[in-house]
């Protein structure tokens, strides 16, 4: 069974310019979730979509947004890149039931210059 | 707002030592609890879960945590570490509402580093 798959894998953008990350989850799970990790900040949670719908929210700027599409791929969308944006970003998908553990991608390595 | 702590940063240990990293979390009600592991260059990976029953949990690796309510702690433990097991250590939570589980915090991870 193939794992979470993220692409790209590595990204060097400017400031101001804008971002689109995708996600595609284990076949059969349902909910994606994404998180932005950084030295010292651990993981914070960005984002949990489900059935497409935007099922809980972290406390990120409105530059931060997301969608999920039918078929249960995500992409998450940063305009107007800031350098503070510059992190790792990972995706998880688990089954509906938030219980389910979080299987992880390898992430999107974001750097802002 | 609910949060995890992991009060180690950095622990530093020799083959054979025994480990304990702690984990506590701030709201009360029911929680899942969780422990992912990070190994180099590698994803984040479920190291062991705790949702209802013996708070003595076993994962993998010969890895284990216990749940004290009381103290809102989730401790993981190894009684002998390997080099392998280098690596950086996240605890998870998540509370049980009335509208179902709630979104999974994760504390700031502990590096845990092994020397030969």
């Known amino acids: 069974k193939a794992g979470v798959t993220q692409t790209p894998r590595y990204l060097i953008k400017t400031r101001g310019q804008q971002v689109t990350l995708s996600c595609s989850p284990i076949?059969?799970?349902?909910?994606v979730s994404w998180y932005q990790q950084t030295p010292g900040q651990g993981l914070q949670f960005l984002f949990e979509?489900?059935?497409?719908?935007?099922?809980n929210k972290g406390n990120f700027p409105g530059r931060f947004s997301g969608r999920q599409f039918s078929n249960s791929r995500s992409e998450m969308n940063v305009s107007t890149l800031e350098l503070g944006d510059s992190a790792l970003y990972l995706c998880?998908?688990?089954?509906?039931?938030?219980?389910?553990?979080?299987?992880f991608g390898n992430g999107t390595r974001l750097t802002v210059t | 707002a609910q949060s995890v702590s992991q009060h180690n940063h950095h622990v530093i240990l020799s083959e054979a030592a025994s480990l304990e990293l702690g984990c506590n979390y701030s709201y009360g009600g029911t929680v899942n609890l969780f422990w992912y592991v990070q190994y180099p260059g590698q994803h984040l990976q479920l190291l062991l879960k705790?949702?209802?029953?013996?708070?003595l949990v076993k994962g993998i690796k010969g890895f284990e945590a216990e749940f004290i309510k009381s103290k809102f702690s989730f401790n993981l433990r190894k009684p002998s570490v390997q080099w392998s097991d280098t690596a950086e250590y996240f605890c998870a939570v998540n509370r049980i509402s009335n509208f179902g589980n709630e979104k999974l915090t994760f504390g700031t991870g502990t590096r845990l580093t092994i020397i030969p």
């Open positions: 998880a998908s688990s089954h509906a039931d938030r219980a389910s553990p979080l299987h």
């Open positions: 979509y489900f059935s497409e719908t935007q099922r």
């Open positions: 705790y949702f209802s029953g013996d708070p």
């Open positions: 076949s059969g799970h349902r909910s």
